[in-house]
């Protein structure tokens, strides 16, 4: 019965991944599961149980779908994930584009994310060539050999320097 419940249970949500189906549940409490799903009662503590019938019934669909969900982890942005935390946004005083990559790599370099040529290196770069890419965003960035850590920083410019006056940083098209 257990390979039957593990094809209809598959066949309900293919993101699951089934670690066992057997009726020995000794091995499930060293397992990294989210979810037991079990043909007959288990006490576990540590792990929501759903018990079914060995055929899953339209009944039990229903129940063990909202049990998936619940245990689905929420999706984060990716935008989110690279920030890591609010210490990475900056709220900026200054609107001249040097002064703000300074205020923005300073502290990285005082913690150690890169090395002081980052900041000689982010210059460079700007004065290659602005990396503003238009909607009042750019992405000054440096040489990657002087990185530590991996990280992204936002800066916020002043309120009233938002569509009001020019962009601190230009396009290459000078829009």
Known sequence: MGKLLEAKIKQLNHSVTIVATNSEPEHIRYAEVD???STVPINSAEKPVIVVSPFLKAHEHDLL???IVNT???EVSALKTLLGSADNIHFLSSTHRFQVIEDLVQPLIDTDRVNTVYMESTFAREQRSSTYIGGGIAIPHG???HVFTPTVKMGVLPEQSIGTQPSPYRS???R
């Open 65 to 67: 779908t909202q049990a």
């Open 72 to 74: 689905q982890k929420p």
């Open 172 to 174: 290459l098209d000078r």
């Open 35 to 37: 979810l037991i799903v």
């Open 143 to 145: 040489s990657p050999d």
